[in-house]
């Protein structure tokens, strides 16, 4: 589960509403993020959700782009734009409980992996100012000020290790061209990246980081390609992160665009199917509460997880290089899984050849719903019609097979 959760939730225009709306510094912290008070919010519900729809871990969002901090950070140059007030949850808004805590410590309780997100930029640092040319980055205002917010960065990451110990430390906001050098636009480099990744694994050695401390490097623990499925698998480990309606923060027009809960488990399967992890996003509402759609769709997604995770849990990539129009398999020792997302119109699925011999075939979750299969030059062919049928979210049969399968 990815969380997307600050002071920009407020508006219910998503995360990115400083900048989209052109907001100053001064107007956006006082009509938006003072106002900001997420009473509703509870971890045990969201980490139930995440735990029922069966995932194994969470990453929420310590600090977005806008720089508001979602915990008492003590680093004094994180402020208010008049240096007023530290700009965090307890120090700027009426709400004072420690969110992010109570998150770790649901996780621990509920047996889920914690992580935490954070942005390499920072449109409201003293240092930084949105960069509207690129409408993405953020300009320094010196290089003198580059190295003492870099500093104080990882200030604020030290922070968060040492209170919140994160099995995850998921970075963005890294997305500058690469120079040589640095400049005050192009400010962030692959070797700053190097030096946050060294900086972090020697504060805990076990703590897994996105490659986002600086993308298109190879550095990092794994690559996140976003709103995307590989078409193949890559070259090392990944994990694609996706959302429910299209929007990461709350987003109250989106509320009328959710995706199906078959069209996120066929994302789900097809990312296993390529070797991949799946993060997928949702955004509390201002009031700290979880839309009622968001939790339906989580619910939807947790009873097909409860049936058919043997597809999913511990396997691995499909054998098979080619793509099927009925849906994904994937693997485990002795097993191929076919996941059926539309039923081929002759009522027989057809796989290629596989080296291994085939034991027997039957329904993931009703072993005693076999199914028929005959082997030919052609390949695997196994009858679906009348008997089986992928009318619900999605049918996975059980291929038993001697050995790892591989394809022939």
Known sequence: MF?????????????????????????????????????????????????????????????????????????????????????????????????????????????????????????????????????????????DERSSYIADMKLQLKELLVRYDPAILWFDGDWCPNPASPTLDDWWTSADGKDLYSF??????????????????????????????????????????????GGWGYDAPRENSYKSSKELVEELVKVVSRDGNYLLNIGPRADGSVAPKT???????????????????????????????????TKKNGILYCCIFRNPKSGMLILPKLRNSIKEVYVLGDPSKKVKFSLSEKGIAMQLAPNISSSGVCTVLVVKVSGIPQAL
């Open 3 to 143: 969380i997307h959760f600050g002071s920009y939730s407020q508006m219910e225009r998503g995360e990115w509403a400083f900048s989209i709306e052109s907001w100053s510094k001064w107007p956006y912290q006082q009509q938006c993020s003072a106002k900001f008070n997420p009473t509703s919010f509870s971890a045990k519900d969201i980490v139930g959700l995440a735990k029922k729809a069966g995932m194994r871990y969470l990453v929420i969002t310590a600090k977005h782009h806008e720089g508001f901090a979602m915990w008492d950070t003590k680093v004094a140059s994180f402020t208010d734009s008049v240096g007023a007030k530290i700009y965090s949850l307890p120090s700027y808004t009426p709400f004072k409980r420690d969110i992010l805590m109570e998150l770790k410590q649901e996780c621990a309780r509920q047996g889920i992996k914690f992580g935490l997100y954070y942005s390499i930029l920072d449109w409201n640092h003293k240092s930084q100012r949105l960069s509207r040319g690129k409408d993405i980055f953020s300009r320094m205002s010196s290089m």
């Open 200 to 245: 972090l694994v020697k504060q805990k050695p076990s703590l897994i980081v996105n490659e986002r401390v600086k993308r298109g490097c190879g550095l990092g623990d794994f690559e996140c390609p976003e709103q995307v499925v590989p078409e193949k698998p890559l070259s090392r480990l990944w994990e694609t992160c996706a959302t429910l309606n």
């Open 295 to 329: 939790s339906l769709l989580l619910s939807e997604i947790g009873s097909w997880m409860s049936a058919c995770s043997g597809a999913i849990y511990g396997a691995t990539r499909s054998p098979f290089s080619q793509s099927f129009d009925w849906g994904y398999c």
